[in-house]
Each structure stands twice: as C-alpha cells, then as structure tokens.
C-alpha cells in the first residue's frame, strides 16, 4: 500500500467518524437519540472552568482600561505585542499636563506667586506621572500578565480537551444506537466490539479533563495571590500620590492664603473696626493654614487720612464681582480710601477703571 492510498482511506474514515457524529449530534437535538450524561462532578468542574475564563476575560479587559483609558494606546500596545516589539515610550497625562505647568509657570516668571505655584505643581504632577508608569509596569507584569497566561494557555488546553471528549461520547453514543439497530449476529457481535472501544476511549478522555479542570482550584489560588500583588501595587501608588500632594499642599501653603480663594469667595475676611485698631502694624488676619498675613502699617495710616497713593501689587487677584478690581502682580496702580469702606479695603484706580482691592495684596510705595 502506497502513501496516496493511506490517506485516501485516512481521509474517508475520517468523512465517516465526522458523519456519524454530524448525525447523532442532530439526533439529539431533535430527540430522536439517546445522549450520555456527564457525571455531576464533571459538569461542575466544566461549569467552573468556564465560569473562571469569563470572569478573568472580563477583569483582564477592565484593568487594562483602567490601566490605559486611552483605547488608541491600547490598540498600539497589543499590536506591538503580537510582533514580539517593545512599545515606544508614551507621555502620560500627569506627565504631559505637568511640563505645561512648568511652562506656563516659566514664561509668567518663577519670582511671581502664581508661576511659582504652577512650577511647583507641574513637579509634581510629573511625580505623579512616574508613579502612574510603575503602577502600570507592576500591575502588568504581576497581575495581568498570569490572567493572559491562563486565558491564551491553560484554558485554550482544557477546551481542546473538553471538545475532544464532546467528540468521544458522540462516537459512544453513535455506537449505542448501532448495537441498537444491529439486525444479524455478525453485526450485533461488530457493534459490541465498536461499543467497548468507544466506551473505554471516552472513559480515558473524560478522566484525562477531569484532571485538567481540577488544576482550576490551583488556578484560582495563583490569581488570588496576583490580586494581593495587584492591590499592594495600587496601595504603593495611591500612598505615594498622597504623599505629593500633601508635600504640595505645604509647599503652597508658603504663598497668602487669600491667593488660594476661589473667584466666589471674597479675599480677606472682614473683621471688625475695634479688631483692626489693636492690629495696626501687626498680623490682621491667621488663616486655618497657620500662615500669618499681614498689614503694613502705612496702608492702614493711609485708610486714615485723605488723598491717594501710588501701591505696587504684590500678587494677582481676580475680582469676586463687579464692585473690585481684578490686579497682576508687579503693576503699579493709585489706592484710596473710603468713609465707610471694611478696614481690610482700599478703592484702587487703574486708568479709568476703578474698584475695591484687598490690602494684603499692596505695597505702598514713597
């Protein structure tokens, strides 16, 4: 017998076995076939098998949009991925909006109150940025990388398993229905001999995956012991993004507190006319930060006398409402005052614009 003829009877016994599955499969559907059950500990295992691959597909999906919200980058990563290459490195978010801070901050000029701050928080947010890369190179190697491992791997194996033995209980239960149908002793007695080979062909299968799936057990350990390294990864992170800020937070606490206010609130608290009497030339106001401002003692003489002066601005101030004028650090306008004006306030004027300006943001000049 030559080559080509093995194959041809390879290739029509194999038509065959498939035919005859095709056939009893359909059988089945239509009720017209008896069909072999499962053993309930089999069935339980190939449900929690499945039941483990849906979750981890779905967990690995979510963590990796966590990871990178940017579904384009993702794209990019994967495809350099399946050809074995190394991604180029990418700026993040923090990253990117911090050197814009630090930018911003140097063209306003470090020596002023807000380029200083935006220098000091775009150091941070670059901090912030290095932190968000390691959590993002940890959490692949120690979490997602094990989740892939199983989905691409063990999984893939225990369903090449599980529809090799679908396939052998089709051929035991295709030789039932034979031995069944068999008429003459000569195919009853060739029916019986099929039956046993099928039988013990599938009982082989059937214990060859029962084994693999009892590996989910193991499975699920290994995954519980990468989301312990996970969740130890994102606390690292979280507590070094808490540390930054909180180091921010102090750095800027350096600056006037009334420079923290937001455009709603009014700058200074207004205190009371007897308070201000006992404070002249020393702190008139001790914000929540423990930073003491205060007022020099030549505005306040100018709040009483008559006539204008000539203040530089000390820091920026964006105006509450139409009543103040908003200031740029470093210019130079006139204040006054007014009969019936809160102590912590002068009238200042810039050309033909006129409104109400704190004190602790002037310097009266000579």
């Known amino acids: 017998m030559n080559i080509m003829d093995f194959n041809v009877k390879k290739l029509a016994a194999d038509a ?34 499945e039941c483990t691959k849906i979750w981890t597909e779905k967990i690995m999906k979510q963590t990796e949009v966590l990871l990178q919200p940017n579904p384009n980058a993702r794209i990019e990563e994967f495809v350099y991925e399946k050809l074995d290459r190394k991604a180029p490195s990418r700026i993040n978010n923090p990253e990117l909006l911090g050197q814009y ?23 941070t947010q670059k901090r912030i940025g290095t932190a968000d890369r ?19 791997g063990d999984y893939k194996t225990i369903a090449k398993e599980r529809k090799l033995l679908q396939n052998k209980r089709l051929d035991l239960d295709a030789a039932k229905t034979r031995l069944k149908k068999a008429k003459t002793a000569e195919t009853r007695a060739s029916s019986e001999q099929e039956l046993r080979i099928t039988q013990s062909e599938f009982d082989r299968q059937a214990e060859i995956t029962r084994l693999l799936l009892e590996g989910i057990s193991s499975t699920h ?16 992170y979280y507590a070094q993004c808490y540390q930054y800020m909180l180091d921010l937070q102090k750095q800027l606490g350096s600056f006037p507190s009334n420079y923290h206010c937001n455009n709603n609130q009014t700058s200074v608290a207004p205190i009371s006319s007897a308070a201000s009497s006992n404070v002249i030339g020393s702190s008139s106001l001790t914000p929540t930060s423990g ?34 004028l908003s200031l740029l650090a470093d210019e130079v306008i006139t204040v006054f005052s007014v009969i019936g004006m809160d102590s912590d306030w002068l009238m200042g004027e810039r050309g033909n614009q006129k409104g109400r300006v704190p004190i602790t943001y002037l310097e009266l000049l000579n």
Do not use: W
């Open 291 to 324: 930073l003491v401002i205060t007022t020099p003692s030549n505005l306040i003489d100018l709040k009483e006398c008559s006539g204008s002066r000539k203040a530089r601005v000390l820091y920026d101030y964006d105006a509450a409402n139409s009543s103040e």
């Open 134 to 152: 390691e959590l993002i190179q940890t959490s692949a190697l120690n979490f997602l990388t094990p989740l892939r491992n199983f989905i691409e």
């Open 221 to 236: 350990a290994h995954h519980l012991r990468c989301l312990n390294d996970f969740v130890e990864a994102q606390m690292t």
């Open 101 to 123: 801070m630090i930018d911003a901050g140097t063209e306003f000029g470090p020596g002023t109150a807000y380029g200083n701050a935006l220098i000091k928080c775009g150091e």
């Open 16 to 49: 065959g076995t498939f035919l005859s599955r095709a056939v009893q499969f359909t059988e089945e559907k239509l009720g017209q076939a008896e069909k072999t059950e499962l053993d309930a500990h089999l069935e339980n295992l190939l449900s929690k098998a």
